[in-house]
């Protein structure tokens, strides 16, 4: 039974794939259909400099490249994020049963309580660089590394008090899932996937940019969630 | 560790402590009055205060009161002081062509007790120059002096720690 659903979906995949690419031209063909095209089409690079902050309202046009015109690019880094913290996972897991748990020493008390009070600053940075991502250098991946590096601080200080992983991993799901199901909605909405469908607000203020603050908070709480489950995962090898 | 329970009090303390540090936090990354950046400010400061507060919780922080913020204030002064004066000790030990070190380990001790107040002795003390914090080990704290000029515990102690302390002690206990 498992067999054939995994069957199943593996067609199903190589049916979209193949619709997807039976109608694109590669080679020699699709090099002189490209010449064909305006300028204004194939030099991307310009078209996003110069139409972007009208089109998706983000005062960072990198945020706006990156989130809504290469999300799909960016959908495919976090799935790669995503199977990296797995395999390590599965391999230090397999390592871990054999190992004998051995008791790590305290930290010093400097660091121990210095740790605790800045944890949850930290945090907030991460919070505070991967919200502003639209508006200021930073984002996603960004404040996720400064969310994460708040773990290895616990890590470091606070040895034995490993994460709450559940809720670690209910949070690398949930953001999975809310970055897939924007995109999804875009295409439900407006016919193509991760379309920013909602209101674009002015430029520079908060609440700008439609969908890509929304993304980029999701993909802060992925990389946060899962490059802090790597450091939980190698801690309890170290434990 | 884990399981202890905390009185009303001191979780109160302890997120309210942590709700203001954290968006005042907030406020000096923003730098930004606008509503809408105050009220997702507000908004995620809350829900990290409700969600850790266990961290400030276990600090030991005291109840704020005008004094204890007015001796910080003033303390914030004193260790700048002493961190220059220290400065200038060193650097005058550096030039001077004999180069006049006295380098090695002493304890002192501290009345201090909380954690947080301890770490403030301890990191007050590696800041300024000369003299660095090794370890904490109960009321004892373990030094490294580039010039010992006392061996002695209450003679370090006085040396070394009590600038510091003599403020520490009225904000924190």
Redesign the interface.
Same mark, same amino acid.
């Given at each position: 039974m498992r067999r054939l659903i995994s069957l199943l979906l593996l067609l199903i995949v190589a049916l979209g794939i193949f619709l997807c690419f039976s109608g694109a031209s590669f080679g020699a063909e699709g090099a002189s259909r490209a010449g064909k095209l305006t300028e204004d089409k194939v030099n991307f690079g310009r078209r996003y400099a110069s139409r972007g902050l009208e089109e998706n309202k983000a005062g960072n046009i990198v945020a706006s490249v990156v989130v809504n015109y290469r999300g799909f690019d960016t959908l495919g880094e976090v799935t790669v994020l995503f199977i990296a913290a797995v395999g390590l996972a599965a391999i230090l897991h397999a390592r871990r049963e054999e190992a004998t748990p051995s008791k790590a020493e305290p930290a010093?008390?400097?660091v121990?309580?210095?740790c605790? /009070?800045l944890?949850?600053?930290i945090?907030?940075?991460g919070?505070?660089i991967f919200?502003?991502g639209h508006l200021t250098p930073g984002g996603g991946f960004q404040g996720g590394a400064v969310v994460a590096s708040g773990f290895l601080l616990i890590y470091l200080g606070c040895r034995g008090?490993g994460l709450r992983s559940a809720g670690v991993a209910v949070a690398e799901s949930l953001s999975g899932l809310a970055f897939l199901a924007v995109a999804l909605v875009g295409l439900a909405v407006g016919g193509s996937f991760l379309l920013n469908f909602l209101p674009k607000g002015s430029a520079f203020?908060? /609440?700008s940019g439609g969908v890509i603050p929304l993304i980029y908070v999701a993909i802060g709480f992925k990389v946060g969630s899962e490059l802090g489950g790597i450091i939980d995962n190698l801690s309890g090898e170290a434990r | 560790m884990v399981g202890t329970a905390y009185s009303v009090r001191d979780r109160l303390k302890g997120f309210l402590y942590m709700l203001g540090i954290s968006f005042l936090v907030w406020l000096a990354l923003t730098r930004s009055l606008e509503a809408q950046e105050v009220l997702v400010g507000a908004a995620i400061c809350l829900v990290f205060s409700l969600l850790l507060n266990t961290h400030y919780i276990r600090l030991g922080l005291p109840p704020l009161t005008v004094k204890r913020a007015a001796f910080f204030a003033v303390y914030l002064v004193v260790l700048l002081w002493e961190i220059m004066k220290a400065n200038l000790d060193v650097a005058y030990r550096v030039v001077h062509p004999r180069m006049p070190i006295k380098p090695g380990v002493v304890v002192i001790k501290t009345a201090l007790t909380s954690d947080i107040a301890k770490m403030i002795l301890a990191n007050s003390i590696t800041l300024t120059p000369g003299t660095f914090t090794l370890d904490v080990i109960g009321d004892r704290l373990l030094i490294h002096w580039i010039n010992v000029k006392a061996e002695s515990v209450e003679e370090a102690t006085d040396l070394i720690g009590e600038r510091f302390e003599k403020y520490l002690r009225v904000i924190f206990q």
């Open positions: 010093s008390l400097i121990f309580t210095g605790r /009070f944890f949850p600053l945090l907030l940075l919070a505070y919200i502003h008090r203020a908060l /609440f | -």
